[in-house]
């Protein structure tokens, strides 16, 4: 669809400070412009030599081109007195500029960044039935840089799925520490994105009560404190549910380590916050609650356990994810799924719980960044239509979906045309906002005398014996790879018996309860999700 350049705001920044962290921009008032190329020309020279039959041009020096910035002249515009002082800088320096359109997003509307030399400013009457005029010609230093779509920047993102007034009901602070690790490109714009529901494992819940967050980001040049709305922090009421924060201006370069560092409070002992599990692990992790004063959000470090408070390493308030802007596309997913995914029975490596997210961490170019929406308990038809959850605001964040959900529709008995209509919302809802979808064959379901060290001692679920509901939902699954589903990712190729179908593979056993693979078992399924990041 084409943009109508009604309502561009154009923006200068200051010189000499990379994009990401830029914290001064201004709006240039009564301002449009033309010739805003993205592109790069080159000036040539004649490389010709007595042997050429041809006359043969050569590059030497690419040229981002310019454009002129025309304005209603106003003398106290902060932005036009700014561009002014731009153009009298005789140290020659390239000044951060900005232009963002009026497409009607409010998070990630189309942003372009330029960096350019302010060759002048000038301004005069114009006839006699217009206003003054200015006009600034703009000589760019580097190609213009397009931000795409906010995404999912950064790992470890969680849907809570509990809350709690903290371990003995009497707290009234929560803080978290959690290890991240972002995307293959810089982020520009990064955000942490809050909330104030929970999943039940039957659907969203929203709080109790309103609940006052804070955020920051850490990382090794130090702590960047996430603001709201240009405050400190921000109250969630159960009827807001979900808050996104202004960005977060640090230096975002691809494959970073850093750590979301999370505080929340309530007004009371006894009330409550949203709480994500299997959420530590790494180094550096913390999570404590307490009746603290004060907040470790902007330090720096591990975080101490305030006087009278308990560690909750199961028990975290975290982000609902960590989104941001690149300059190109690379993978982000959102996995979708249940306890399987939610990593129950993994003892984990490094904080990173589950087979799909250890997959994802693992692939060769480097960690791709995701956020886990999956919950015990929780069926396809409980999440139907995803789109009008409140976690289905991330279906615009991602490119690529993996679902493995199905296992507990099978165990609750559900139909065979309920499980595929169900699974086909949940796909559609993905494919129509652009994403990849693959779903995740149905996992075995058995139970055993040995503790699952042989196949002979296993019996089937019910729902689970060959060509039973379970083997229906795969066969199903499998015929619609190429039109409703982008693929599906088979993990019993490295969890099921080969010689014995519908049973968990065994010699080590790679299933503790017959349902969810153990911690051999997630990092067997890890090597077939690795295996189809790689080709993203």
Known sequence: MAQKSHGTSFYIGSAATPFQIESAWTVIGGAYASGIGK?????????????????QTLKTVADAGDFELSMRHDITDNGQIALKAAASDKANPAYNLKVVADDGRTIDPMT????????GYEFGPGNISSLWEAKSKIAMAAKVTELGRSRIAATRGALPWDITGGSAGTY????????????????????????????????????????????????????????????????????????????????AGGGISAWARSDVTVASAGQKWPIARYATGAAGD????????????????????????????????????????????????????????????DAG??????????GLVAASAGPIPYAKMARQSEDAAD?????????G?????????????????????????????????????????????????????????????????????????????RDQVNTWIISQ??????????????MESSTAPGKWKSGPALTGDGIHPNTAGHAAGATVITTLANTW
Request: with cysteine; net charge neutral; glycine share 12%.
């Open 112 to 119: 372009f960044l330029i960096s350019g030399r302010v060759m």
């Open 286 to 345: 913390g999570a404590y609650e307490s009746n603290a004063a004060s907040s470790q959000v902007n330090n720096t470090g591990a975080l101490t356990l305030p006087s009278g408070g308990a560690s909750t390493p199961n028990f975290v308030f975290m982000p609902l994810a960590v989104i941001g802007r690149s300059t190109a596309v690379t993978p982000s997913v959102l996995l979708i799924g249940d306890s399987i995914f939610e990593g129950v029975n």
């Open 172 to 251: 009234t602070r929560g803080e978290s520490r959690v290890a991240i690790q972002l995307g293959r490109l810089d982020v520009y714009e990064l955000r942490l994105v809050y909330g104030n529901f929970y999943s039940n494992g039957g659907g969203e819940v929203i709080g109790t009560n309103a609940i006052t967050v804070r955020g920051s980001v850490e990382t090794a040049g130090g702590t960047v404190q996430a603001t709201f709305g240009g405050a400190a922090s921000m109250v969630i009421q159960p009827t807001d549910q979900v808050v996104i924060s202004d960005p977060v201006r640090i230096i």
């Open 349 to 358: 490596v490094n904080g990173i719980y589950g087979f799909a997210a250890r």
């Open 39 to 55: 592109g790069i020309k080159w000036s040539s020279t004649d490389g010709t030599v007595m042997a050429d039959g041809v006359k």
């Open 383 to 391: 999440v139907v239509p995803y789109a009008s959850l409140r976690r």
């Open 481 to 494: 790879a190429g039109s409703t589903l982008t693929g599906y990712i088979d993990c019993n190729a490295v």
């Open 393 to 469: 605001m991330f279906l615009d964040c991602c490119n690529y979906v993996i679902c493995n959900l199905g296992t507990n529709d099978v165990t609750n008995a559900r139909t065979l045309a309920s499980i595929q209509a169900n699974l086909l919302s949940i796909w559609a809802a993905a494919t129509s906002r652009g994403a990849k979808v693959y779903q995740v064959l149905l996992l075995p379901g058995t139970t055993s005398t040995d503790g699952f060290a042989t196949d002979a001692n296993q019996t089937h679920r019910t729902g689970y014996a060959p060509g039973g509901l």
